[in-house]
């Protein structure tokens, strides 16, 4: 089972809502898709649903041109970020709704249902309305319609994003197994870079209506083809600056040179550099040497790692390391980078060199 | 021992006062009336249950409250599912909406006489516009100053076209309030139209539609404006309604003992009939 995209747009009032976009989904693993509030996740999702219409392109399902079918033929299932049931059906009744739809036998239902809310521990409340489960029964309520359905694709649009923390974390374990080996193609978007990291199979980077790059997601996170893809998979915000590169020096203004044999062949000029918040330490390492000084504007401690936003000249950085520091807000505190770590992109974005764990 | 306090009942007082003015001492006047015989000169002789007796025994009260069920049966059978029609076919957003609701407000805000009178000279076969065109154009003998039918037809017609709009408002308000996410779940789950109706749009209206029927029924129930100034009951008896009816006999004939039975009885079937419809379509809430 696979979801082939090709070139497929979405306009709205003359407004390109997602640009031509070509991806391929597979089964037996999550793509996930990667992006800020208004990337064009959902976008993307409701015209792989067919619940709005696409302007241009075409979408496939295991080879079927699925682009002019309607949603209810599309055999799909979709888990909404805010729980979405059925208010006055039983969750019995929910789970069962799309099977009672497309007219299967009552026993088979039955068989169907208790599978499905025997893997989301739903049996108690079989027999309940929605309104009298907790959010997180309500949203196990909607993955377990999805699961019962078997539909050819689950698309699961931030389902855990208004779950409470721990709920969150005990369902995002869960998520995985739920769906292993039932031949769905599972599309998750998130708006956090660790719930890629942790489910991905594969993830795509959305940034404006555009998909900034797709890939394994381990690979991806490594080696950014932009900056913009760059910027997307980093949370903490990625560091970026400029750097005028001469030789096998690479100068950031009046703040730092220093010599980088891994970006030599790479044409003199400007480029951009980025690097992950935790290349940047507040103490020298044997890899961490480039000393950066900056102004220390806000810090965060989250218990074993502290993390400082300090001033630099192209924009504020972050570090994040372990331990506890004792920033003084104000003071001018000094960094250290990780020059092999440094990521270098072209003045169009493009990666030139670099691309570290 | 608790401090008791007599204080509450002093702020319940004005709306006692309220009550007691405006509905007990009318109704209680009413059961003075409804179980005394009287000749005139302020002179009243007890006469128990005789008049409810009478009542409950009469043809012609019969005849009037079968008339008046008939009526209103008709009326809901046509305004409850025309108005959740116009209601679904209605636009949700866009410039369409704030027109199409005035529009359909528009009706409900004439008085219920101008309503009779604008039908009643709408009608007349001769020189109302629908009565000529009925007559002549179409070539259907249409009088509803003869004919029991026209006459029925037209008090439903303009009830229909009176009224609908409270039902369309209704139902759309509840419509409105489905958010979009239900409609997409029940395209995914397959769902046809009539499911998305059955499943999701109905059961989202039914509290509104509760009230709607509830308000149709009594208002339809207790129609007397628009029919006394349309046909004033006739030809015939043919739209004399228990309203219609009441006041020819409290008015008309003065029988005064006789009418408070009666008005006490309509009173009874209406609130009856209201508190069975509201407590069924209300049971299954609390749980």
Redesign the interface.
Known sequence: MTITLNQITKVVAGQTHIKPTSLTFQTGHFNVLLGETGAGKTSLIKLM???DPIAAGTIEMDGQDVTKL????R????V?Q?F?N????TVFDNIA??LK??GMAKSEIQGRVEEAADILQLRPMLHR?PHELSGGQQQRTALA?AIA?ESRAVFLDEPLANLDYKLREELREQLPELFAGRGAVVVYATSEPEEALLLGGSTALMDDGNVAQFGPTAEIYRKPQTLTAAKVFSDPPINVARVTKMGSKLIMGDSARWDSAKMKDAPDGDYHIAVRPHHVTPKPTPANTVALKGQVLVTELSGSESSAHFAMPDGNWVSLSHGVHPYQVGEDHPFYLDPSACMLFAEDGQVVAGGAV | MKTQNQKAWFFVLPVLLLVAFNALIPMMTVVNYSVQETFGNNVFFWHGLGWFEDLLNSERFHAALGRQILFTTIILLIEIPLGIIIALSMPRQGFWVPVCLVLMALPMLIPWNVVGAMWNIFALPDIGLLGYLMNTTLGVDYDMTQDPFAAWATIITMDVWHWTSLVVLLSYAGLVSI?D??Y??A??????SW?VFR??QL?KMKQVLTIAILLRFMDSFNIYTEVFVMTGGGPGNSTTFLSIDLVKIALGQFDLGPAAAMSLIYFAITLLVSWLFYTLMTKDEG?
């Open positions: 649903a067919g619940l309607s949603t209810q033929k055999n799909i299932s979709l909404h805010f979405v059925y208010p006055h059906m709704s799309p739809v497309a309305r319609r359905k | 958010p996410a239900y997409q779940a395209k995914i789950d397959g769902a046809s499911s499943y999701i059961p749980k």
